[in-house]
Every structure is written in structure tokens, then in C-alpha cells.
């Protein structure tokens, strides 16, 4: 059962509880129908909080994906652009290497060096073969863009290949990689807030509910159509991690 039926079969055991009218009184404050109605406002509004951040990292990632998937074609112009420039064949020999390392491939049986410690390779040891994280390839961007920087004798008039702009495009992309950072954080945030709303503890929606199915068996009777009633209303906890 998904947290929205969860939510849903609340709101269910509120207006069953609604429907006793005055004789449905508990003597405990949170199966009140007030407390009820307020912890259900809150689990509602949980739900959307975290389909608000779910949205809010889609569009972090897609427009990340969007960004890195534009560099093979601007790392293509700038490598063009050198070999007009006429640039030292040992400096266009690193301009390819970078450019492998930032499309994701190699040549032959490169060895690749072992990854710096700001990256976020899952190995140092393994010597990544393709470094294809988004973070490794924003660094490794930069460090082309730096590259070109230290090329007197690299020229053009396009203003995205100006090496000023190739380090704009580096700062951009280490951004979008903290922006995709910072809206994962804050996804995980808001269901870590709804779990806690919903399960953990003994005022959480899932053991509110169970405390008052108890209280209408004690009131009403076992076998009372009430409780009858309330049986039709489940929840299930799901496994958190």
C-alpha cells in the first residue's frame, strides 16, 4: 500500500469518527477529532511536500543531462578551434585526452591516472574507464578550460569558445551539479519528514489509527457494527531504509 492510501484510509477513519457524533469521546487528547484532523492536514501536506521535491530534482536532472549532453559538441569545436589556431601538437595531444575523459571513452589501452581526491569516482584503485559521473566530468571540463587558457596562440571570434566562457561553462556545470546536490538532500529531507508524520512514533498517523480502532472496540464493543466499520479501513507500514 502506497503512503497516499495510507494518507487516504485516514481521512476515511476521521470521518468515520466524525460520524459517531458526540459518542465518540476519547479520554486521550491525540485521538481527539480535532488532534485527528490537524495530524491529517499535516500528513496531506507531507505527501505534497515531497512530491514537490520529487519535481524539483526531476527538473534538476533533466536540465543537467541537458547541459552535459551539449559538451560533446563544444569540446568537438573547441579541439576544431586549436587545430586552426595552429596550437603545439604535445597541448592538442592533452586536449584529447580531456576530450576522452569528459565524453567517456578511450583510445587503445590508455591508462587513465588515478582520479584526485575531489573526485567522486567510486574507486581510486580501479582507474575508472570512462570517469562518466557528473561531477568527474565537470572537473575534467574545467581542467580543459584551463588548458585553453594557457594557449597564447589559441584565437576566435565565436563568444561560447572564448576561453573566459569555457570557464563560465565549468562554473555552470559544477552549479547544476550542486543545484541536483542540494534538491536530492532536500527530497530525502521531506521523506524522512513524512515517515516520521506517518509511522515513527506513537502520535504517528499509522499508530493513531491503530489506538483508535482500539478505543471504538472498547467503547462501542468487538463485535459492534462500529468496529465492523473500521475494519474496512487498513494501512500497512512499508519498509523504510
Known amino acids: 500500500m502506497s503512503h497516499a492510501k495510507n494518507v487516504e484510509s485516514y481521512s476515511r477513519l476521521v470521518d468515520i469518527c466524525t460520524g459517531y457524533g458526540g459518542t465518540y469521546n476519547p479520554g486521550r487528547q491525540t485521538l481527539q477529532l480535532k488532534a485527528m484532523r490537524a495530524l491529517l492536514k499535516e500528513a496531506q501536506s507531507s505527501l505534497q511536500h515531497v512530491s514537490l521535491k520529487r519535481n524539483a530534482l526531476s527538473i534538476a536532472t533533466d536540465d543537467r543531462e541537458q547541459e552535459f549532453k551539449a559538451l560533446h559538441q563544444l569540446v568537438s569545436r573547441i579541439i576544431g578551434t586549436m587545430k586552426a589556431s595552429q596550437v603545439p601538437s604535445g597541448r592538442l595531444a592533452h586536449a584529447y585526452y580531456y576530450s576522452r575523459l569528459i565524453n567517456g571513452y578511450r583510445e587503445g ?11 567522486e569516482d567510486e574507486s581510486l584503485t580501479a582507474r575508472s574507464v570512462n570517469q562518466m559521473s557528473f561531477v568527474a566530468r565537470a572537473h575534467n571540463f574545467l581542467r580543459f578550460a584551463q588548458l585553453v587558457m594557457e594557449l597564447p596562440s589559441y584565437q576566435t571570434h565565436s563568444n561560447d569558445l572564448q576561453p573566459s566562457a569555457l570557464l563560465e561553462k565549468a562554473e555552470e556545470l559544477k552549479g547544476l551539479n550542486e543545484n541536483w546536490s542540494k534538491a536530492k538532500v532536500a527530497l ?16 504517528a498517523v499509522l499508530s493513531n489509527a491503530t489506538a483508535v480502532k482500539s478505543y471504538v ?12 466499520q473500521l475494519k474496512e479501513v487498513s494501512f500497512t507500514k512499508p519498509r523504510i531504509r
Open 217 to 228: 472496540r472498547v467503547e462501542f464493543g468487538n463485535r459492534s457494527q462500529e468496529s465492523v
Open 109 to 119: 589501452k590508455e591508462r587513465l591516472p588515478v582520479p584526485s581526491e575531489d573526485s
Open 188 to 203: 530525502s529531507n521531506a521523506r524522512i519528514h513524512r515517515n516520521k508524520v506517518l509511522y515513527q512514533g506513537v502520535d
